[in-house]
């Protein structure tokens, strides 16, 4: 069998599963590190198939509650795996598999003067995650406030469902400016499209992300895809779409 990657939406159903396929529910900011991460695997193990929806971890969570059939959860953040973790829904720990960076990033402007780019009158409308949803839109809410900025340029905010669509806004013009994922900002899609700015740790840390093996009859099968993209032969990937690791795994 082929490595079958489907690139849906949170809400796109499921197709049937193949005695030797897995079905990953990801974050939305891994739609791009994830797909070289998946060809790399499959390099050494041509036969595991795998089905890819990309979403916003919080809408990922309250599927996963309510039933939904995923055998691997990725994260934008640690609560939320945990969370599952508590209710019962997983097999094995909460695994931290990566710590993703926030960008400010601009199809017309200019990003370097920092965040009191966003008080100029020529930004109409600032592309923000959804932070009740997405662990990114968090950060850029906490990242604002920190600057004392939220209160002035909240009229300007257009939320987005989830870390891609505040990107795909930024990146059609929809929005002046987004805070999107570093990984998304140098991915070839959108790199050489736009400029943006990686905010510093002091106005927003970088975010946790944590994965976990969902209690599904292809649990075994889930931990095995896991196990590989956190294992330190891979940090390379991970590094280039701007991730910092965790990985201790060899």
Request: proline share 6%.
């Amino acid at each position: 069998m082929t490595l079958l990657i489907l690139i849906l939406t949170a809400s796109a159903p499921l197709r049937a599963q193949s005695n030797s396929e897995i079905t990953v529910a990801a974050a939305a900011n891994l739609r791009y590190v994830l797909p070289e991460l998946v060809s790399a695997y499959h390099k050494e193990y041509p036969k595991n198939q795998l089905t890819i929806t990309y979403g916003a971890s919080g809408t990922f969570t309250q599927q996963i509650l309510n039933g939904a059939p995923f055998d691997l959860f990725l994260s934008a953040d640690t609560a939320k795996p945990e969370k599952l973790h508590q209710a019962g829904k997983t097999v094995g720990e909460v695994t931290p598999y990566a710590y993703g960076k926030l960008a400010l990033w601009s199809k017309n402007y200019n990003p370097s003067v920092g965040l009191k780019l966003l008080t100029d009158p020529k930004i109409k409308k600032i592309a923000i995650a959804k932070p009740e949803l997405a662990p990114y839109g968090a950060a850029a809410v906490e990242a604002l406030k920190k600057a004392q900025l939220y209160s002035k340029v909240e009229n300007k905010i257009v939320w987005a469902d989830n870390i891609g669509a505040a990107a795909q806004y930024a990146a059609t013009g929809s929005a002046d400016v987004g805070f999107i994922a570093l990984s998304s900002a140098v991915a070839t899609e959108m790199k050489g499209k736009g400029k943006y700015l990686i905010l510093k740790e002091a106005q927003t840390t970088p975010i946790p992300q944590a994965a976990v093996v969902l209690a599904t009859p292809k649990a075994k099968e889930a931990q095995h895809f896991l196990d590989y993209i956190t294992n330190s032969k891979v940090q390379k990937i991970w590094q280039k779409y701007g991730y910092a690791l965790p990985i201790k795994k060899k």
